[in-house]
C-alpha cells in the first residue's frame, strides 16, 4: 500500500483545512486508515483513524469534537477535515494504513504497517 497526503499549507486559526491521503496498491481498503501528526520537539501523535469499512472511528482527546475523519471508497482517499484550527494544531501531518489501535486518549502506532510522507500545516495565531 502507498499513501501520498496532500493538503495544509498556511491557515488562520479558526480557520477549517481538510487533509487528503490517497491510497494506492493492492487491497488498499481492508486497511484502517490513521492520522498522525509531530510538532517540532515533540513525539508523533495519533489524531485519528477509521477502520477498513468506515464505520469505526477514533479521535485523539485533543481533537475530539473539531477533527472528522471518513473515507471515499470511490476515489481511494481518506480524508482529515480540520476545523477550529489552533497553533498547537501545527505539524507534520501523516496517514498511515494498517489497524485502528487506541490507548491514552489518542489513536496508537502500533498497528499500522504502512507509511506515507507527511504534509506540513502551520497555523497562525
Known amino acids: 500500500v502507498q499513501l501520498q497526503a496532500s493538503g495544509g499549507g498556511l491557515v488562520q486559526t479558526g480557520r477549517s483545512e481538510r487533509l487528503s491521503c490517497a491510497a494506492s496498491?493492492?487491497?488498499?481498503?481492508?486497511?484502517?486508515i490513521g492520522w498522525f501528526r509531530q510538532a517540532p520537539g515533540k513525539e508523533r501523535e495519533g489524531v485519528a483513524c477509521i477502520s477498513s469499512d468506515g464505520r469505526t472511528k477514533y479521535y485523539g482527546n485533543s481533537v475530539k469534537d473539531r477533527f472528522t475523519i471518513y473515507r471515499d471508497g470511490a476515489k481511494h482517499t481518506v480524508y482529515l477535515e480540520m476545523t477550529s484550527l489552533k497553533p498547537e494544531d501545527s505539524a507534520v501531518y501523516y496517514c498511515?494504513?494498517?489497524?485502528?489501535?487506541?490507548?491514552?486518549?489518542?489513536?496508537?502506532?502500533?498497528?499500522?504497517?504502512?507509511w506515507g510522507k507527511g504534509t506540513l500545516v502551520t497555523v497562525s495565531s
Open positions: 496498491g493492492a487491497a488498499w481498503d481492508t486497511y484502517a
Open positions: 498511515a494504513a494498517g489497524r485502528c489501535t487506541y490507548h491514552n486518549g489518542r489513536p496508537g502506532e502500533s498497528g499500522m504497517n504502512y
